[in-house]
């Protein structure tokens, strides 16, 4: 009887664990409801691959940026200056040019007052060199005008660029000074960086939960999946991370193997002072004790926003938590 029971209790956790193994941070749900709109105007956007739309927002009214439900939007860039509350949920963005001077990203927000909430998109730079897939941050024209980003169940990718060239492709990148940033429930596909969250701006804090990185093609990256932090400039915001996956990539220093994953993937790097420790598949930063939680070992066999789910004819799975005000 003990040997039955004994067997049935080791199925069982064996169950859970392959369970719990094909589910990481199981619930469907977003962990952040979009902040709550006063009056919103809804601006409608259509597909123009030979026009950079730069479109201006009033600071002291909300807005709903709708894009089709039935068509790629392709563009030279979609930038939105100001706005109180900035709110997109679902879209497929193609981005048709290369990062020039005045156009760095497929989707800006720039000086936007209170917050930018992003939902279910589907970002595709389209391996346009050195092109930014999302930016968002103050301008240099409102000081002190830091908005609140959210980024939920969205999928950003082909994101390409090297060192040498002028400039740096990231799937998402601050452009100036940010209060909180949330990403839950976000996938980045790069051949350079994934997201770069080095504070060169004054960022309040930065909190991630169940987003991973990889590179396009793991044989021809460049750059870092995760970039946290550079060099100590006095800027130290609390950053948490929960469920973040970076996937490796081949370097012409290494062979393709998982043991220099932490090198090459991760930065602060584990071989440079203060950079991340390894255990196992798993990196902390001890020497950054306002960095709180790990980063894994990916890929995923399922991505956290799988490009089926996101884009066009979005639906939102709700939210865990309730508005902000």
């Known amino acids: 009887m003990r040997f039955i029971f004994a067997l049935i209790s080791f199925c069982l956790l064996g169950t859970f664990t392959m369970a719990h193994a094909q589910c990481v941070g199981c619930h469907d749900k977003l962990t952040w409801a979009p902040p709550v709109l006063d009056n919103p105007q809804t601006i409608t956007i259509q597909s123009d691959p030979t026009t950079a739309q730069n479109i201006n927002l009033d600071d002291d009214k909300d807005y709903i940026i709708d894009l089709p439900d039935n068509q790629i939007v392709e563009t030279k860039g979609l930038h939105f200056r100001g706005g109180r509350n900035v709110q997109v949920i679902g879209g497929h963005i193609k981005a048709m040019v290369p990062a020039e001077h005045r156009i760095r990203a497929a989707l ?122 550079n060099r100590s400039n006095g800027r130290r915001p609390a950053v948490n991370l929960e469920n973040i996956y970076v996937g490796p990539r081949v370097t012409t220093y290494t062979s393709p193997r998982e043991e220099d994953w932490e090198r090459y993937a991760i930065h602060p790097p584990s071989h440079r002072p203060n950079g991340g420790v390894r255990v196992g598949n798993v990196v902390t930063f001890p020497d950054y004790p306002e960095i709180t939680g790990e980063v894994r070992l990916g890929p995923l066999a399922e991505p956290f926003a799988p490009e089926t789910v996101v884009g066009l004819n979005y639906v939102s799975p709700g939210y865990i938590g309730v508005p902000s005000q």
């Open 108 to 229: 800006r927000f720039s000086g936007t007052v209170k917050s930018v909430y992003v939902e279910g998109l589907l970002i595709d730079t389209n391996s346009q060199l050195g092109l930014d897939g999302l930016l968002a941050g103050g301008v240099m024209h409102k000081p002190g005008i830091c908005a609140d980003v959210y980024i939920q169940n969205t999928h950003i990718k082909n994101m390409v660029s090297t060192y040498q060239d002028r400039f740096h492709a990231d799937g998402f990148q601050y452009y100036g000074c940010t209060e909180n940033t949330r990403m839950d429930r976000v996938s980045i596909r790069s051949q350079y960086q994934g997201v770069f969250l080095s504070p060169q701006h004054d960022i309040s804090s930065i909190d991630m939960r169940r987003v991973d990185l990889d590179y396009s093609d793991p044989n021809n990256g460049t750059g870092y999946a995760l970039f946290i932090r």
